[in-house]
C-alpha cells in the first residue's frame, strides 16, 4: 500500500510488540494479536467487502472508520455494546442469518484459539469454553476485548479523549 510518510513510500504496519514474526497462518495472526497480516487481507478482499460485512453483523457506517489500512485492525469507534452485537453473530442465530454457519464455526474455532493459546488466556479464568479477541489500535489510541460463550456476549472498550482536541488520544505513558 502506498504511504506517502514513509521514506520507501509504502506503508510498513507495525505491531505493538518487537517480535519479528515473518510469514505466519492468519490463526497464529488472530491469536497473538499480530496486526500485519490483517492489514494484507483486508487490502486483498476490499474495503467495500470488509465494510458490508462489519455492516452486516450490525456495525454502524458512521462508526467506520473510512478506506485506511488501520480500518482492519480495529481503528473504527463502534460502541462497545455494537460490537458485543457483532460478535453475537458468531453464535447460534436468533434471526437473521449474518453469514454462513459454516464462515461463523470458522471464525469461533480460531477466537477459542485466542482465549487458549494468544493474547486471551486470562478469559479461562471463566472455566468455561469461551472464544474472543483482544485488540490495541496504533499508539493504544484504543484497548478491547471482545468475547463469548455459547450464551454471552460481552465487550469491554477503553479510550483517551480531551476534549479540547478532537479525536481519540494514546492511552500510553510519555516516556
Not at 469461533?108 to 478469559?123: E, H, I, P, S
Not at 489510541?141 to 469491554?156: E, N, R
Request: proline content about 7%; hydrophobic content about 30%; cysteine-free.
Amino acid at each position: 500500500m502506498p504511504d506517502s510518510s514513509d521514506p520507501s513510500g509504502f506503508l510498513h504496519q507495525h505491531n505493538d510488540v518487537p517480535t519479528k514474526w515473518g510469514y505466519i497462518t492468519l490463526r497464529k495472526a488472530m491469536e497473538q494479536s499480530v496486526n500485519t497480516p490483517y492489514v494484507q487481507l483486508g487490502e486483498y478482499v476490499g474495503y467495500t467487502n470488509v465494510e458490508n460485512e462489519a455492516l452486516k453483523a450490525g456495525l454502524l457506517r458512521k462508526s467506520l472508520q473510512y478506506d485506511t489500512p488501520g480500518f482492519y485492525i480495529g481503528t473504527s469507534t463502534p460502541s462497545a455494546i455494537r460490537m458485543a452485537d457483532a460478535y453475537a453473530a458468531f453464535d447460534k442465530p436468533k434471526g437473521t442469518t449474518a453469514m454462513p454457519s459454516s464462515t461463523a464455526d470458522t471464525v469461533t474455532d480460531v477466537l477459542q484459539n485466542v482465549v487458549k493459546n494468544g493474547t486471551g488466556t486470562n478469559a479461562q479464568a471463566l472455566g468455561r469454553p469461551a472464544a474472543g479477541k483482544t485488540g490495541t489500535t496504533d499508539d493504544y489510541k484504543s484497548a478491547w476485548f471482545i468475547g463469548y460463550t455459547p450464551q454471552l456476549v460481552t465487550s469491554v472498550a477503553m479510550f483517551k479523549e480531551d476534549p479540547k482536541n478532537a479525536g481519540l488520544q494514546s492511552m500510553q505513558r510519555p516516556s
